[in-house]
Nanobody
Framework: QVHVVESGGGSVQAGGSLNISCEVS????????MGWFRRGPEESREEVAG????????YYAESVEGRFTISHASAKFAVHLQMNNLKPGDTGMYVC?????????????????????WGRGTRVTVSS
C-alpha cells in the first residue's frame, strides 16, 4: 500500500524560510512524478512545484519561481521543498502528490486530481 507523508511546515514571518519534506512508501514503480500543491481559501488547489525522480526535471508555478526549490533524495522517493522569501500569500496547506505517469504529461495539462496519491498536507503560515 502506498503512503505519502509530509513533514516540516510551521509559522514564519514574511521574508523568512521554511523547508518541507515528503516521503512515499510502498512505491512499486522505478520512478515517480512528485509535486506539491497548496490548498488555500475556499479549498483552492494552487500548483506549487513538481519534480521527476527519473531525470530531475523540475516544474514551478510562476508565483514561486526563484523563491522555492524542489529537490529529491536519490535512491528514495522523497522530495524536499525549500521555501525562501516567504510571503503571506504563500500561506496554506501544502499537499504532496505522487504518480507513476511522467511529469511531462502531468504538468503539460496540470490538474492535481490526475495524481494518484496525495498526502494529508502540512500547514505553512506566513505572517506579515
Amino acid at each position: 500500500q502506498v503512503h505519502v507523508v509530509e513533514s516540516g511546515g510551521g509559522s514564519v514571518q514574511a521574508g523568512g524560510s521554511l523547508n518541507i519534506s515528503c516521503e512515499v512508501s510502498g512505491w512499486k514503480h522505478t520512478s515517480a512524478c512528485m509535486g506539491w500543491f497548496r490548498r488555500g481559501p475556499e479549498e483552492s488547489r494552487e500548483e506549487v512545484a513538481g519534480i521527476s525522480t527519473a531525470d530531475g526535471t523540475t516544474y514551478y508555478a510562476e508565483s514561486v519561481e526563484g523563491r522555492f526549490t524542489i529537490s529529491h533524495a536519490s535512491a528514495k522517493f522523497a522530495v524536499h521543498l525549500q521555501m525562501n522569501n516567504l510571503k503571506p500569500g504563500d500561506t496554506g496547506m501544502y499537499v504532496c502528490m505522487a504518480d507513476s505517469s511522467p511529469c511531462s504529461e502531468l504538468y503539460d495539462d496540470y490538474d492535481p486530481r490526475r495524481f494518484g496519491y496525495w498526502g494529508r498536507g502540512t500547514r505553512v503560515t506566513v505572517s506579515s
